[in-house]
């Protein structure tokens, strides 16, 4: 029998992929990119509270103060 033990989920700096990865492990890098910001955009404020703290379209990292702002409004990945 294989027992698999998750590590805890670290805040940290995140690529975007690498994150959204995390949320969507049965997807794609580009797929789970996709929802990680469909899922952002749809929860109240969230876009504009990662906005406020620095997030621009062309972000390629979440900072750990974004990652945060994400695991707060959409739970641990």
């Known amino acids: 029998?294989?027992?698999?033990?998750?590590e805890p989920f670290?805040?940290?700096?995140?690529?975007?992929t690498e994150l959204a990865?995390?949320?969507n492990p049965?997807?794609?890098p580009d797929s789970a990119y996709r929802k990680l910001k469909q899922w952002i955009d749809l929860y109240p404020?969230?876009?504009e509270?990662?906005?406020a703290s620095g997030l621009?379209?062309?972000?390629?990292?979440?900072?750990?103060?974004?990652?945060?702002l994400?695991?707060?409004a959409l739970g641990e990945p």
């Open 10 to 16: 670290e805040i940290r700096t995140y690529g975007r």
């Open 45 to 47: 404020g969230l876009r």
């Open 26 to 28: 049965g997807l794609c």
């Open 56 to 68: 621009s379209p062309r972000s390629r990292t979440y900072t750990p103060a974004q990652v945060t």
């Open 49 to 51: 509270n990662l906005a």
């Open 21 to 23: 990865q995390l949320y």
């Open 70 to 72: 994400i695991v707060r």
């Open 1 to 6: 029998m294989c027992i698999s033990v998750m």
